[in-house]
């Protein structure tokens, strides 16, 4: 037997890593390792079946502006005959949670000889609906108002079709409800997390005006922006989630019969001592996940039979 058989092996049994990351780690094909470890697994050699983990994309999308004629600065009401040129996108960036490879697509890396990028906007629209459509879970800021809905404006122009189910974690919408933050901007809210050092590229309304005009160095700055966006999207993100009481169930997502915390997945979890969660006829044990800090609730009521008969109802 090879060594990184072996080593495959070894990972299998005293890792949670996934088959994936045991083949990233090994420099070695998904396909590869699967086949080894299935086999040993049949041969009831692996005792440890390999658990599933919800598939997490962090993502962040830059679009241009509308151009449109107008009659003067203020207070305007622009009609639609009015627009020149719509909305476009110019390029996104992505990263799978828990991986350290950035994925990222722009309308002008697809050979363009010209400043007409645009003409490649499709190519950069499938490419980011091939990875919504592989994920369980996207994380954007301002996703569910903006990047989510920007792109399903253009799913529907190409006739590409809904993307199979996810669901939309939204720091922004978890700062807004928990906090008074002087601007929920995530450049100002990256700030409050433990390892700031400094916010996000800078950047004005000439960068747009330039990538408009087909200018390679500003297209190639605002990828980098959009590259920056998501190392900042998480570092906001670990630092609020704890506090997301609307969090996707991320425990359903893993095929084991484990407790799990529902806003990270960890098994880490610490009851807390003389701390209960109470509603009107019912008392529950309180955990904290040892990993994020999420505060949960069991399901199982703590009280006896005798004392939830003896509890009376507002009349």
């Not at 002087?182 to 990256?190: I, L, Q």
């Not at 109470?278 to 904290?288: D, M």
Request: some cysteine; overall charge neutral.
């Amino acid at each position: 037997m090879k060594d990184w058989k072996k080593e495959a092996l070894e990972l299998a049994f005293t890792t949670e890593l996934s088959w994936r990351k045991i083949a990233n780690k090994l420099g070695k094909s998904k396909s590869t390792v699967s086949d080894l470890l299935r086999k040993a697994k049949d041969d009831n050699y692996l005792h440890v079946a390999e658990v599933h983990k919800p598939k997490i994309l962090l993502f962040d999308i830059e679009t241009s502006m509308i151009k449109a004629f107008v009659w003067s600065l203020w207070k305007q009401d622009i009609n639609i005959k009015s627009i020149i040129e719509d909305w476009y996108v110019i390029c996104y960036s992505a990263r799978w949670f828990g991986e350290t490879e950035l994925i990222h697509d722009s309308i002008h890396l697809h050979g363009a000889t010209d400043y007409n990028f645009k003409e490649f906007e499709f190519l950069v629209v499938q490419s980011l609906w091939a990875l919504l459509d592989d994920a369980d879970i996207i994380i954007a800021y301002n996703g569910k108002s903006f990047d989510r809905k920007k792109m399903n404006t253009k799913f529907l122009e190409y006739d590409l079709p809904e993307p199979s189910p996810y669901k939309v974690i939204d720091p922004m919408l978890i700062i807004k409800g928990n906090f008074a933050f002087t601007s929920n901007k995530m450049d100002f809210a990256v700030r409050y997390t433990e390892d700031y050092e400094s916010g996000k590229h800078s950047t004005d309304i000439t960068l747009w005006h330039k990538c408009m005009a087909g200018d390679v160095s500003s297209l190639d700055y605002m990828l980098s922006y959009c590259d920056q966006d998501i190392e900042v999207l998480e570092k906001v993100y670990l630092a609020v989630r704890h506090w997301d009481k609307n969090s996707p169930n991320l425990a359903l997502l893993y095929d084991d019969d484990k407790p799990r915390c529902n806003g990270c997945g960890s098994d880490k979890l610490t009851k807390l001592e003389n701390k209960s969660f109470n509603t009107t006829l019912s008392s529950f044990s309180v955990l904290r996940c040892d990993d994020c800090g999420k505060i949960l609730r069991d399901r199982v009521n703590t009280l006896s039979k005798d004392k939830r008969k003896s509890l009376l109802m507002n009349a």
